[in-house]
C-alpha cells in the first residue's frame, strides 16, 4: 500500500501552502467518479435530488468555458462515496496534525480542451471568497483530486509559491485571467512570484491553504481537464455567527452525514 511521509509533506505545505499527494483511490473508484460527472453533466442524478448548482446539457456548451457543478454528492452517491474514502483524510489528518477532516462543500470541475480564455482562473486566495462563512483562525482548506490527466498543457491548477505566508491580502480575482489578476496582489516586500503547476495523474491530490494563491492557465490539450475541488475543515474551525445564505451556507450551519461526511476522526 502506498505511503506518505507525513513529516516531509507537513513541512513543505507550511513552507509552501500546498502539498501534492499520490493517488489515495483505487482506479475502479476513479472510473466510477468520471463516470458520475458525465451523468452530472448530461442531467441525470442517481438521487433525484439536484444538485446546488448544476449543469443543463441542452443550453450550456462543455466547450465554452470551464464548468462548476456545486454540491455533486448531493445527486451522486458516486461521487459522496469518493470523497469519504477514509486513506486520503488519514493522510491529511497527519500532514495537518488535525483530530478530524470534514467535508464541508465539493465542486465538480470540467475544463474544456482547445486553449479558450474562458476556461482560465485568475489568481486568489480562498478566504477571500469565504470570509463571510468561516472566522479568520479557522483552518479551512481545499483538496483537489485529479480525475484525468493533469499535464502542464491542460491548465493544471498553479500555486504562488509561500504565499500562504504573506498573510490574508484579500486581493486578486477568481474570475479574471492569470495576466491580468497578477497585478492586484501586493506582494510583500522581499518576497517573489514564484509559479508552481500542480501536474498530476489520476487519482493524485493536492491540498492548499486558504491564504495560498493560486489559479490556472487555460486547456491547450486535446482532452478536458476533469476534477473535484473538496473543500474541508479541521476541528480548528467555527463558522461566523452572521453567516448568510449562499455557497456552502447549508453545509456550515447544518453540517450533515450525507451532504458533509466526516473523512477521518481520531
Known sequence: MTTIDSTEKRKFYQDNGFAIFPSAFSDDSIASALAAGDDLMAGIYETD????DGWNAETDDPNNKIRKIDQPQLASNRILDFISEPLWG???ADVLEAKTVQVWAVQFLHKP???DGQSTIGWHQDFQYW??????DSNVFTAWVALSDVTAESGPMCFLEGSNNWGFLDAGDFFGTPDQSIDGIPVPDGEKINEVPGVMSPGEFSIHHCHCYHGSHPNTSNLPRRSLAVHMRTEASGPTPDNYPGFGYDYIANLGEHTSPVIFSR
Open 90 to 92: 488519514e493522510w491529511i
Open 113 to 115: 480542451c482547445g486553449g
Open 131 to 136: 470570509q463571510n462563512w468561516w472566522t479568520p
Open 49 to 52: 435530488t439536484p444538485p446546488r
